[in-house]
């Protein structure tokens, strides 16, 4: 079987120009997300992706990010596969299957990818660092503010803006915190957050 594996990071974006590519191979089934790669247990479809793979399959991603965001989870993801019998091809990378010898086809890939890995990883933290180096300089200048509050009174957000203002008011009618967060959906710190700011005034 050919699997495809894509995702994105965040609700808005979307999967449709990663599954187009996918489907010019073609694969046989693709399982998509839209989740943070932050971490592995919060992706739910590369989890039943990876239970369903057997020996000899193939994993195609557009990209190795897609797979994950750190040296340590794509090591992880990648020697699973190996362990099940099956393969990883990502399109950004060179293809090996007209390698002859199975032994250096793996060898080859496995060298490509280990170099793609840290070299994304070392992009990665260079943004960070360059995402520090702004945030130190923006406090120097005093016009740092923190990043948004996604429920409050200026949240860019109207859906959460006006969820904001319906906690504040339940607050003020003596609703319990888990009564609202059951309501609403959002954190205990979101309920208590709101709470504070209300004891403030």
Do not use: C
């Not at 971490?39 to 239970?51: A, D, F, G, P, Y």
């Not at 007209?98 to 793609?116: A, H, S």
């Amino acid at each position: 079987m050919k699997f495809g594996y894509v995702r994105v990071s965040s609700k808005d974006q979307n999967l449709a120009r990663q599954v187009e590519k996918l489907k010019r191979i073609p694969v046989d089934k693709v399982f998509s997300e839209k989740e943070s790669g932050k971490t592995i247990n919060n992706r739910s479809e590369l989890l039943n992706l990876l239970k369903q793979i057997k020996r000899n399959d193939i994993i195609y991603v557009t990209s190795l990010d897609r797979l994950g965001r750190n040296a340590d989870d794509l090591t992880e993801i990648i020697q699973y596969i190996k362990k099940k019998g099956a393969s990883l091809q990502s399109l950004d990378l060179p293809d090996f299957s007209n390698v002859p010898d199975v032994n250096l086809r793996n060898m080859l890939t496995d060298i490509l990818i280990t170099v793609f890995k840290f070299q994304a990883q070392s992009e990665r933290e260079k943004i960070k660092e360059r995402q520090r180096e702004g945030i130190a300089l923006a406090k120097k200048r005093g016009v740092y503010k923190g990043r948004p509050v996604l429920y409050g009174a200026d949240s860019p957000n109207p859906h959460k803006k006006k969820i904001y203002f319906a906690i504040k008011k339940g607050l003020n009618a003596g609703y319990s915190v888990a009564d609202l967060v059951t309501k609403y959906g959002v954190s205990h710190g979101t309920i208590y957050r709101i709470k504070k700011e209300i004891s403030k005034n």
